[in-house]
């Protein structure tokens, strides 16, 4: 298949140029950031704005690290989805001076030196927007965050006495279930969808799974890494040492857009690497039943 077969009318192409929606724009201070959508409606703007709550930087732009260009594209450009269709993709296309990307709408075209990118979409309703703008936004967020020498990492993050112990993980590995069980419990939830490991600590984001953005609040400044822990289901709760090489391959899973990306691959190695040489790692095993105690462990404590 190629690329875009899934989202794409046969034939479509990039547009050489695009017109914008309006000259609004919103500002979102998040780690490797500024980001600035710019292009939108005012009524676009006032929609992302709620979106994304606090994240939102108030008042005029300032020097931007990221402009997200808003464009119309379409709507003949793009496929309807497939009766059945299950579970959304995106698909990325990498090349040398930039990657492709397609979903349901939308083609987005980020660049390098300086990381630029674009975005043509022909949804109108807003909820829909508003996920297409995310779902933009963590792709450019994954690039952008390794090359300031960070990892967007698909991971469910907690707090316990001020440090953070991160569970990289797939879809279905449990993330969203420990984080709930763990806010109930009184550990602190960061994210149960994606985290940015940066070095020796633990950046949130506004990217949230099975959790409502509501249900995590913001945390502020980046807080330091206790541990790696990788997550299983088991029929009983356990706590066992994970070896480096595999806690490496759980981390490079987990690390997505840019781990099928074979320009990026060597930045994003050396940076897991480090990663793994510093921090213990772990497997926990636990259970529908689990009180959580053993996760206590990660730091050295046990919690009746």
């Not at 780690?31 to 704005?49: E, I, K, M, V, W």
């Not at 797939?170 to 070095?199: H, I, M």
């Amino acid at each position: 298949m190629g690329f875009g077969d899934d989202f794409l009318t046969p034939g479509e192409r990039f547009p050489a140029t695009g017109e914008a929606g309006g000259d609004g724009h919103v500002v979102l201070e998040l780690p490797g950031g500024p980001y600035a959508f710019t292009g939108l409606r005012r009524d676009q703007a006032a929609s992302l704005r709620r979106y994304f709550g606090s994240w939102v930087r108030p008042g005029p732009p300032p020097a931007i690290a990221v402009e997200l260009r808003m464009l119309r594209a379409r709507p003949a450009a793009f496929l309807e989805p497939r009766p059945g269709w299950r579970e959304y993709r995106l698909d990325l296309e990498h090349r040398p001076a930039g990657v492709l990307v397609a979903g349901f709408y939308f083609l987005g075209r980020i660049g390098w030196e300086p990381l630029t990118a674009t975005l043509w979409t022909s949804q109108s309703r807003e909820q829909p927007w508003l996920e297409t703008c995310d779902n933009f936004l963590r792709v450019v967020a994954a690039y952008r965050l390794l090359e300031s020498g960070r990892v967007l990492l698909h991971s469910a993050a907690l707090v316990c006495g001020g440090e953070v112990v991160l569970f990289p993980g797939r879809s279905g590995a449990g993330k969203s279930t420990l984080c709930r069980r763990a806010g109930a419990a009184g550990w602190q939830v960061v994210s149960d969808e994606l985290n940015v490991l940066a070095g020796d600590t633990v950046e949130q984001v506004p990217f949230t799974g099975d959790l409502e953005r509501s249900e995590v609040p913001r945390l502020g400044p980046a807080r330091p890494l206790a541990a790696l822990c990788r997550l299983r289901k088991a029929p009983r709760d356990r706590l066992d040492a994970l070896p480096a090489s595999q806690a490496f391959g759980t981390l490079l899973a987990a690390a997505p857009y840019v781990n099928r990306d074979p320009y990026r691959q060597e930045r994003l190695g050396d940076l897991l690497a480090a990663a793994v040489a510093r921090h213990p790692a772990y497997t926990l095993s636990f259970t529908r039943a689990s009180r959580l105690e053993v996760l206590a462990a990660c730091r050295g404590r046990y919690a009746a």
